[in-house]
């Protein structure tokens, strides 16, 4: 069955009859790997992406003409417009239909015929046709067209033996299929916006080795964040999944086109904001916040004063004295759009204070609130059931199961550190229990060198080898802002930055200058297990494996913090540790040299 993009092509208002059967028809006689994605020429793009949005009753604008994009990754790529009006021979004769004619018809398939032309620019490895979809059509039943040129698929050719053949035909036969990089180079022709264009700490896009050029959003994470309706939504996805990239991707598309909308992207981690706040700098109507932060101010914007206190209980009061307080903001200091990531970490306060910074005026199924979540990366223990009023999230979850983060062998590593904790979802999770346990199916990035498990005698060595290892990679001409080293024990932690200093290696102490992790170059990250949440690096090294401070003191949050860190990794990983402890001979057990 093949894949359409946005999946309710055949249920759209916006879409003419004849193209929503031809687009049905494709997607159940073609095969899993050919794409259908939906286009439009002229009209207003804002008013089209609105549709996409969940807003029916948009107006794309006169003239605006919707056809089909049909990728083969074996043949080609197909471009399928079908005519608004039919008419046969003699009708023409006799002058019929001539009132009919559609305005602007000419001027939309000349821009069709200019996309087909853009791409052949763009694809050199596939040919790239254009054809009329006719699947309410016989090829015996008479018919005039002004367009006589232009290849044909007629009912026959839409029967499911039939299809694929008929459109490689068009496409000049079958070739060899496109592998999984020559795919991303051309979904990336058709929609550019899908590339992930930048590296550094937030999302990984330079090439992985000589075949892997381009990275892509997945089709599962392109309709997440561009053809996402209203309402209530929640994503469930795995360490690695692209959940932060989806939240990123989608305040940017819609951010993009809606200048006069607010749209706020909300989390748990001041550096995870500052991260998040750098890719989105280049929009005004972004905010990036952390849900404390935004609680304070919130509070202010109300005339109030934020309770005292800094501990968990006094952030929890303030959460929802902000929630409160949120009802006597005027709607231009709400939000059009609510996105929030590491909503396991929230709480029942924090979610509750996003929900109420939307846009109240609006009805619940047309305000768009977007949670993405990880159970297995809740180190904060809080158990909840939590949906909007009114409002459950039955038909209205996704699950992201695919790893794009971890090499095979570091995710094998770090799902032994989380062995026996919680119940594992075997099918899809109880979608209003935050708390389902959800795994990986699968490592998606090309494998790599093992992670290394290291026994030390005491933390003071667990520093020593840990400098040393990060003075190799230093010598192998890796950047040190490539490197970063996490840390179980307050203990090591500081033993680490003396250690690093005396061999000459610059350090950032991530606990005292969170506000330069993102933007300082040239130092090593120092930071503990959890505070990196949400970020990537190349290189990662974790000490104190047996030494790690947990507020309840309890053996599942300790496994939790050190998947967390483990699953920070992209291309190498070492852990360390010394003396007798649980989590150690769970790593050993894990581990596979």
Same mark, same amino acid.
């Given at each position: 069955?093949?894949?359409?993009?946005?999946?309710?092509?055949?249920?759209?208002?916006?879409?003419?009859?004849?193209?929503?059967?031809?687009?049905?028809?494709?997607?159940?006689?073609?095969?899993?790997?050919?794409?259908?994605?939906?286009?439009?020429?002229?009209?207003?793009?804002? #008013?089209?992406?609105?549709?996409?949005?969940?807003?029916?009753?948009?107006?794309?604008?006169?003239?605006?003409?919707?056809?089909?994009?049909?990728?083969?990754?074996?043949?080609?790529?197909?471009?399928?417009?079908?005519?608004?009006?039919?008419?046969?021979?003699?009708?023409?004769?006799?002058?019929?239909?001539?009132?009919?004619?559609?305005?602007?018809?000419?001027?939309?398939?000349?821009?069709?015929?200019?996309?087909?032309?853009?791409?052949?620019?763009?694809?050199?490895?596939?040919?790239?046709?254009?054809?009329?979809?006719?699947?309410?059509?016989?090829?015996?039943?008479?018919?005039?067209?002004?367009?006589?040129?232009?290849?044909?698929?007629? #009912?026959?050719?839409?029967?499911?033996?039939?299809?694929?053949?008929?459109?490689?035909?068009?496409?000049?036969?079958?070739?060899?299929?496109?592998?999984?990089?020559?795919?991303?180079?051309?979904?990336?022709?058709?929609?550019?916006?899908?590339?992930?264009? @930048?590296? $550094?700490?937030?999302?990984?896009?330079?090439?992985?080795?000589?075949?892997?050029?381009?990275?892509?959003?997945?089709?599962?994470?392109?309709?997440?964040?561009?053809?996402?309706?209203?309402?209530? @939504?929640?994503?469930? $996805?795995?360490?690695?999944?692209?959940?932060?990239?989806?939240?990123?991707?989608?305040?940017?598309?819609?951010?993009?086109?809606?200048?006069?909308?607010?749209?706020?992207?909300?989390?748990?981690?001041?550096?995870?904001?500052?991260?998040?706040?750098?890719?989105?700098?280049?929009?005004?109507?972004?905010?990036?916040?952390?849900?404390?932060?935004?609680?304070?101010?919130?509070?202010?914007?109300?005339?109030?004063?934020?309770?005292?206190?800094?501990?968990?209980?006094?952030?929890?009061?303030?959460?929802?004295?902000?929630?409160?307080?949120?009802?006597?903001?005027?709607?231009?200091?709400?939000?059009?759009?609510?996105?929030?990531?590491?909503?396991?970490?929230?709480?029942?306060? $924090?979610?509750?204070?996003?929900?109420?910074? $939307?846009?109240?005026? @609006?009805?619940?199924?047309?305000?768009?609130?977007?949670?993405?979540?990880?159970?297995?990366?809740?180190?904060?223990?809080?158990?909840?059931?939590?949906?909007?009023?009114?409002?459950?999230?039955?038909?209205?979850?996704?699950?992201?199961?695919?790893?794009?983060?971890?090499?095979?062998?570091?995710?094998?590593?770090?799902?032994?550190?989380?062995?026996?904790?919680?119940?594992?979802?075997?099918?899809?999770?109880?979608?209003?229990?935050?708390?389902?346990?959800?795994?990986?199916?699968?490592?998606?990035?090309?494998?790599?060198?093992?992670?290394?498990?290291?026994?030390?005698?005491?933390?003071?060595?667990?520093?020593?080898?840990?400098?040393?290892? +990060?003075?190799?990679?230093?010598?192998?001409?890796?950047?040190?802002?490539?490197?970063?080293?996490?840390?179980?024990?307050?203990?090591?932690?500081?033993?680490?930055?003396?250690?690093?200093?005396?061999?000459?290696?610059?350090?950032?102490?991530?606990?005292?200058?969170?506000?330069?992790?993102?933007?300082?170059?040239?130092?090593?990250?120092?930071?503990?297990?959890?505070?990196?949440?949400?970020?990537?690096?190349?290189?990662?090294?974790?000490?104190?494996?047996?030494?790690?401070?947990?507020?309840?003191?309890?053996?599942?949050?300790?496994?939790?913090?050190?998947?967390?860190?483990?699953?920070? #990794?992209?291309?190498?990983? +070492?852990?360390?540790?010394?003396?007798?402890?649980?989590?150690?001979?769970?790593?050993?057990?894990?581990?596979?040299?």
């Amino acid at each position: 069955m093949a894949s359409l993009i946005p999946e309710n092509i055949p249920s759209r208002n916006d879409v003419p009859e004849r193209l929503k059967t031809a687009a049905r028809l494709l997607r159940d006689a073609t095969p899993d790997d050919v794409l259908v994605s939906l286009e439009r020429t002229g009209g207003d793009e804002a #008013s089209t992406q609105k549709l996409d949005l969940g807003y029916e009753g948009s107006d794309p604008g006169n003239g605006s003409i919707p056809y089909l994009v049909v990728f083969d990754p074996a043949s080609g790529v197909l471009v399928l417009e079908t005519p608004p009006r039919l008419r046969s021979p003699s009708a023409a004769k006799r002058g019929r239909f001539r009132k009919q004619k559609q305005v602007g018809l000419d001027q939309a398939q000349s821009a069709i015929i200019d996309r087909v032309k853009g791409l052949q620019d763009k694809i050199k490895s596939l040919l790239i046709a254009r054809a009329l979809a006719l699947p309410d059509v016989s090829c015996n039943q008479p018919l005039s067209l002004a367009d006589e040129q232009t290849p044909r698929l007629y #009912s026959e050719d839409f029967d499911e033996d039939s299809l694929l053949p008929a459109i490689r035909q068009i496409l000049g036969g079958r070739r060899t299929t496109l592998d999984g990089s020559g795919q991303a180079q051309v979904r990336a022709a058709i929609n550019p916006k899908i590339v992930i264009g @930048r590296q $550094g700490q937030m999302f990984d896009a330079a090439p992985q080795n000589d075949s892997e050029m381009i990275r892509v959003l997945d089709l599962a994470q392109e309709r997440l964040a561009e053809h996402l309706g209203p309402g209530y @939504r929640l994503i469930r $996805g795995v360490a690695g999944s692209g959940k932060t990239l989806v939240l990123t991707h989608r305040a940017r598309f819609i951010g993009q086109y809606f200048r006069q909308w607010r749209i706020l992207l909300a989390c748990f981690n001041r550096v995870l904001a500052q991260a998040l706040a750098e890719e989105l700098k280049d929009l005004a109507n972004v905010e990036v916040d952390t849900v404390d932060s935004l609680a304070s101010k919130v509070i202010r914007q109300a005339g109030r004063t934020p309770k005292p206190g800094n501990d968990g209980e006094a952030f929890q009061a303030r959460r929802r004295q902000a929630a409160a307080a949120a009802a006597s903001l005027p709607p231009a200091k709400r939000y059009d759009v609510v996105l929030v990531d590491e909503a396991q970490d929230l709480g029942q306060s $924090g979610l509750d204070l996003c929900w109420a910074m $939307g846009r109240h005026e @609006r009805a619940t199924e047309q305000r768009h609130f977007l949670i993405a979540l990880d159970s297995a990366q809740n180190v904060y223990r809080r158990k909840m059931n939590w949906n909007p009023p009114g409002v459950t999230a039955r038909g209205r979850s996704t699950v992201l199961r695919k790893n794009y983060r971890n090499t095979k062998e570091i995710l094998e590593f770090a799902l032994g550190a989380v062995a026996g904790i919680g119940q594992p979802s075997a099918g899809e999770p109880s979608p209003d229990d935050l708390d389902a346990l959800v795994m990986p199916e699968a490592s998606l990035r090309p494998g790599g060198k093992p992670p290394d498990l290291l026994e030390c005698s005491d933390l003071r060595t667990e520093a020593e080898t840990l400098a040393k290892k +990060t003075k190799e990679l230093i010598r192998n001409e890796v950047a040190p802002d490539d490197i970063v080293i996490l840390s179980g024990s307050k203990t090591l932690r500081i033993e680490l930055q003396q250690t690093l200093r005396a061999k000459g290696i610059r350090a950032l102490d991530a606990q005292k200058e969170r506000d330069q992790v993102v933007s300082a170059r040239g130092r090593v990250r120092v930071a503990t297990l959890q505070l990196l949440k949400g970020l990537e690096y190349p290189h990662v090294l974790i000490g104190g494996a047996n030494d790690i401070w947990a507020s309840d003191d309890e053996d599942e949050t300790r496994q939790r913090l050190i998947y967390v860190a483990m699953t920070r #990794s992209v291309k190498t990983l +070492t852990v360390t540790y010394s003396g007798d402890g649980s989590i150690g001979r769970l790593l050993q057990a894990a581990h596979r040299p």
